[in-house]
């Protein structure tokens, strides 16, 4: 399982096994301020991190952060 | 900064002829009011109605109550802003007519959604959803009607207008007369005695149409933590919308009757060296914002030199986030910290009650709970409206305003959510 999340954080303390960091509450996969050929580059970002999480195998709850995302 | 607050007490509200003080008895003209109030041209009609303390009857629509205020000396106005002026105030004398409020009820016909919409908000003045402090004044009902025509936007700020228009009215009445009692409120130096700063938790939003809070008339946005004085607190430069006063909103009323800031008040000089208040908006959008607005408020508390802080909040989850990681940010810099919040828990309290901590929030003031359900018996009489929705994007149903009501949680009903201590919800360990 893997949870995208704007509060990593949050998620980390309640258990979730592999939490991506995303972008905003309002708007976790993406970022609708950028230009539309931006946004789509992050939600990518964002959404290949969640699979490339996927493959790995994790003991504790673990955040893993999209290269591009701060 | 030194204020006098002069109250002039009311026991009775009564509907005659014309309006005036008369003692504790405060005589309002229906017709007056009804006037001022369709003065403006976005609402068209208006019905005047009080409400008392015990009595079986509910205010739907309830939109803000307000205190009749009005600085009779020193700089400023009380609830500044409103009509343009932004002197600083919470110095010289103001008057209060206490026991009572300007209520506002009125239905909003723009069918909006999410946060910026407009809330369904109950009042109860008896039974068990009479948790407001609103539940324990005289309540002069302001029911209002919109003309057609125009958007949210201008509805809310013609709504807002006519109460605080209307509570001036009123407090008008006491300029000639002599208070019953005055308090002098000062931050006098206290040297000693631990000092303690009140770090007062607000949700907004950056955008809205109609913004969450306004400081002198100004929305809040996306601001950082600041200082505020409570004296200007007790003028009313911070206020709330006219948006809906469900459980998450407390009311204008609330914010100048503010239970801890009149507390740490009582204790200056006493037992503690109250240093003063400051405003922290909440809910940012990213975790790093809410760490560094934190970080903020910690830094200002720091450089006031407290030794102590009181945090509340307000909101029903985003915003606590921000709560917990000043609480943080406080203990690490040696600031002892008592944090002030509602729980969760889920319908039977058997459910995690907070949805975030940290290892330093080590002293926590439980006011009661959000989720559990609570059912509102029938009344003789609503005011306001006939009908109502609870839940307005849920479809076009409405319910008797009168009837049954059950509720799925505290939300809807008006100081539902006892943020700062004012309400009468315990919790009890068993």
Known sequence: MVLISAMPQLAQQVGASRVVAGRKIPHPCGDPTLPPELDFKVRGEIVGMALKALEENVTDPKIFVPISTN | ?430
């Not at chain 2, 600083?88 to 103001?94: D, I, L, R």
């Not at chain 2, 008057?95 to 369904?120: D, F, I, M, N, Q």
């Not at chain 2, 560094?292 to 909040?313: D, E, V, Y």
């Not at chain 2, 149903?397 to 509720?407: D, F, I, M, T, Y």
């Open chain 2, 1 to 430: 900064m030194r204020l006098e607050l002069a109250t002039f007490p009311v026991s009775q509200v009564t509907l005659d002829g014309s309006t005036r003080l008369e003692g504790r008895n405060l005589h309002v003209s229906r017709e007056e009011l009804s006037k001022l109030i369709t003065a403006d041209v976005r609402l068209s009609h208006a019905e005047v109605d009080v409400v008392e303390p015990g009595e079986s009857v509910r205010v739907v629509h309830f939109c803000d109550a307000i205190e009749p205020r009005i600085k009779v000396q020193g700089p400023g106005e009380c609830y500044p802003g409103l009509t343009g002026s932004v002197e600083t105030v919470g110095a010289g004398c103001t008057h209060r007519l206490a026991g009572v409020s300007v209520a506002l009820s009125a239905e909003y016909p723009v069918k909006g959604s999410g946060v910026g919409a407009a809330h369904e908000a109950v009042l109860e003045m008896s039974g068990p959803g009479a948790v407001s402090p609103l539940s324990q004044t005289i309540n002069l009902v302001l029911s209002v009607k919109f003309a057609s025509g125009f958007g949210q936007t201008e509805y809310h700020e013609a709504l807002r207008a006519a109460g605080f228009k209307v509570a001036r009215h009123l407090a008008q009445l006491t300029l000639d007369k002599e208070a019953e009692h005055v308090q002098l409120f000062e931050l006098a130096p206290a040297s000693g005695l631990p000092k303690v700063v009140y770090i007062h938790q607000l949700l907004t939003h950056v955008s809205l149409p109609v913004p969450y809070l306004f400081w002198y008339g100004r929305a809040i946005t996306d601001w950082m933590p600041f200082w505020a004085h409570p004296n200007e607190l007790l003028d009313g430069a911070l206020l709330p919308n006219a948006l809906g006063a469900y459980a998450a909103k407390p009311s204008s009323w609330e914010h100048v009757n503010h239970p801890v800031v009149q507390r740490l008040y009582e204790q200056h000089g006493k037992s503690l060296d109250f240093l003063g208040v400051i405003v922290h908006r909440t809910r940012f959008e990213t975790f790093e914002e809410k760490q560094l607005s934190a970080n903020q408020a910690a830094k200002l508390a720091q450089l006031m030199g407290a030794q102590g802080a009181i945090i509340t909040w307000i909101g029903a989850g985003n915003a606590f986030i921000e709560g917990m990681l000043t609480a943080q940010a406080l203990e690490r810099m040696g600031i002892k910290t008592v944090f002030m919040t509602y729980e969760h828990g889920g319908k039977e309290g058997t459910e995690s009650p907070l949805m975030f901590s940290v290892p330093e929030a080590d002293a926590i003031v439980s006011l009661g709970s959000l989720d559990r359900r609570i059912t509102l018996p029938p009344v003789d009489r609503a005011v306001g409206d006939m009908t109502l929705s609870i839940d307005r994007e849920a479809g076009p149903e409405r319910v008797s305003a009168s009837g049954e009501l059950k509720l799925d949680w505290f939300l809807p009903v008006a100081s539902g959510l006892d943020h700062w201590g004012a309400g009468t919800q315990i919790c009890t360990a068993y």
